[in-house]
């Protein structure tokens, strides 16, 4: 299983985390996201056919893009 943890300057309340946690809760392979609104982290466990690619491109479309 793999795992990072993002930044995302978007973030600003409840209703940003949760749509980052449903969102990216639904792509198939991802076991666990959790996002923090004092912290703006964003982090997700996944294992195949998930990979971060795949969640960072739905990120960017969410419009929740992680810094680089």
Known sequence: MASKT???PAI???HCTNTIEMEV?????VT???AD???KQVTV???E?????????????????PEQ
């Not at 056919?49 to 893009?65: C, G, K, M, R, V």
């Open 49 to 65: 056919p998930a990979d971060w690619a795949q969640i960072e491109s739905l990120l960017l479309e969410i419009d929740f893009p």
């Open 6 to 8: 993002v930044i995302v």
């Open 45 to 47: 466990e996944w294992r």
């Open 25 to 29: 809760g639904e792509l198939a392979g």
């Open 32 to 34: 666990r996201v959790s």
């Open 37 to 39: 609104v004092e912290s």
């Open 12 to 14: 600003n309340c409840g």
